[in-house]
T-cell receptor, first 112, second 117 residues
């Protein structure tokens, strides 16, 4: 299965702390994308990282990709209560028509 | 630039009725993907369409489900004779043409939450 798996399943931290979530996958990829989903809402696209990239930043977000380990991490620095959400990684692989395979997500709770 | 639009946001159907879910991709996007999300799960791919063409329907149930993306108008996901197990959130995503920058990025709509009673 190509499915990405996020780790941990749930993470609870205090406001101001950093949050790190990991994603592992099984076969070679074209791209890996991270999304945020607030409870019962739609998905917000956070970052796309391509297979030939190792790190990308967007505001307080930092994504790394290690293709040798088939893993990615999402770091949220100086977390806020508003960051409370589920975070999903999604991958597409060569020949897949860019269709995404999502993991089950990490539920992040940031306590004020 | 408006994002991906989906309607209705909530849909309640009785068993045996038909459900029609609509998706308008972002402006300039020519690729549409439909995904289904069950409670406590990630999204599962259903079908990938371009204008007037179904490119990949490997995730679609063989019966009762169909999708189209006509030359004019939104993409439609149609579920005939709904059953309780069809209750889920259905998300549509769109992405820009592959020859442009940003190809592969998929922007996901707000979803349609289908409840079958």
């Amino acid at each position: 299965s190509q499915q990405g798996e996020e780790d941990p399943q749930a993470l609870s931290i205090q406001e101001g702390e950093n949050a790190t979530m990991n994603c592992s996958y099984k076969t070679s990829i074209n791209n890996l994308q991270w999304y945020r989903q607030n409870s019962g809402r739609g998905l917000v696209h956070l970052i796309l990282i391509r297979s030939n990239e190792r790190e990308k930043h967007s505001g307080r977000l930092r994504v790394t990709l290690d293709t040798s380990k088939k893993s990615s991490s999402l770091l949220i620095t100086a977390s806020r209560a508003a960051d409370t959400a589920s975070y999903f990684c999604a991958t597409d692989f060569p020949g897949s028509n860019y269709k995404l395979t999502f993991g089950k997500g990490t539920l992040l709770t940031v306590n004020p | 630039n408006a994002g991906v639009m989906q309607n209705p946001r909530h849909l309640v159907r009785r068993r045996g009725q038909e459900a029609r879910l609509r998706c308008s991709p972002m402006k300039g996007h020519s690729h549409v993907y439909w995904y289904r999300q069950l409670p406590e799960e990630g999204l599962k791919f259903m079908v990938y369409l371009q204008k007037e063409n179904i490119i990949d329907e490997s995730g679609m149930p063989k019966e009762r489900f169909s999708a189209e993306f006509p030359k004019e108008g939104p993409s439609i996901l149609r579920i005939q004779q709904v059953v309780r197990g069809d209750s889920a959130a259905y998300f549509c995503a769109s992405s820009p043409p592959t020859w442009g920058g940003g190809f592969g990025e998929q922007y996901v709509g707000p979803g349609t939450r289908l409840t079958v009673t």
